[in-house]
């Protein structure tokens, strides 16, 4: 029960001042610029078929591809960016809880503070395209033009009717948040390490290398690099879809029963893996930090 509270304690304090951080209020102002300039798709397709969509399959749609989630985990590093919370206060807290307590609460405090931001991107997806939307939990007749055209192909759009059969706009949503959440955990796990062992810029720099080496495993990149052709591409999209942590994130690059490639279960083990390992390195350096750095001495 100690453990708990005092876990707790450190997570309410992560959380002091964060809505009225200029930092955290422009990262969720850019975020809305940017679904606003990425749910142009999704309108583009209303306007095209003339018909409703479901209130979730704007959001399913602009972020069912690497790009838009590439951008999207940029702000993260942004909203990120002084994690660790460091102030003369926590080498308090770190004296009166074990250390792998302190590190769990870093945890749940990137946990909740990104559920928050990717609730906050599905509600403004939703609001954004809400002219054109309706509230059941079926698929819209826009979805299933979608499964049956080559425009969702091309636009890079989740909506085939493996995934229609399979699932709900609702458990979908669900599924593409789960993604997104355990990729940013990777991500903010990778720079509070760096953090931690080599300071901000080179957090900085790990989490931009670590977006960069998922946006450079794009099939269509890496086709070009190794110079693959076109009866090669099955090769290329199954490689780059294991070994990519933005393809695992990416909801279209997973097993819908034609293709082996990783299933969303799986993705979630190999994030789940890298977080481990992650933690690890950083409970490490935790237990060799200098104090002084937490109070600039």
Excluded at 7 to 22: E, I, K, S
Excluded at 83 to 111: D, E, G, H, N, V
Excluded at 181 to 189: D, M
């Amino acid at each position: 029960m100690e453990s708990i509270k005092q876990v707790a304690a450190a997570v309410r304090w992560n959380f002091l001042g964060f809505f009225r951080n200029p930092r955290v209020v422009v990262t969720f102002l850019f975020s809305f610029i940017l679904c606003f300039f990425l749910s142009d798709r999704a309108m583009m397709v209303a306007d095209y078929y003339d018909s409703p969509m479901q209130a979730l399959e704007p959001f399913i749609w602009t972020f069912g591809d690497a790009t838009s989630i590439l951008l999207c985990s940029l702000l993260l590093i942004l909203l990120f960016l002084d994690l660790p919370k460091l102030s003369p206060f926590t080498p308090y807290m770190l004296l009166r809880m074990k250390k792998w307590r302190w590190l769990l609460a870093q945890f749940f405090y990137i946990f909740l503070a990104t559920v928050l931001y990717m609730l906050y991107v599905i509600l403004v997806t939703s609001l954004l395209c809400m002219q054109k939307t309706y509230v059941g939990n079926i698929w819209s007749k826009t979805a299933a033009l979608l499964a049956y055209s080559q425009m969702g192909k091309e636009l890079s759009v989740p909506s085939t009717v493996k995934v229609m059969e399979s699932t709900s706009p609702l458990s979908c949503s669900l599924q593409i948040m789960a993604l997104l959440v355990c990729y940013a955990l990777t991500l903010t796990f990778l720079m509070l390490w760096f953090q931690m062992k080599m300071g901000k810029k080179a957090a900085i720099g790990a989490g931009l290398s670590y977006s960069l080496y998922g946006f450079l495993l794009n099939p269509d990149i890496l086709a070009k690099i190794l110079h693959k052709e076109e009866y090669e591409m099955f090769l290329v999209r199954r490689l780059s879809g294991w070994i990519s942590p933005l393809n695992h994130a990416t909801y279209g690059m997973h097993d819908f029963g034609y293709d082996v490639l990783p299933s969303i279960g799986q993705s979630c083990m190999v994030f789940l893996g890298i977080l481990l390992f992650l933690s690890a390195l950083a409970f490490h350096t935790l237990k060799k930090y200098n104090f002084g750095s937490f109070t600039g001495e």
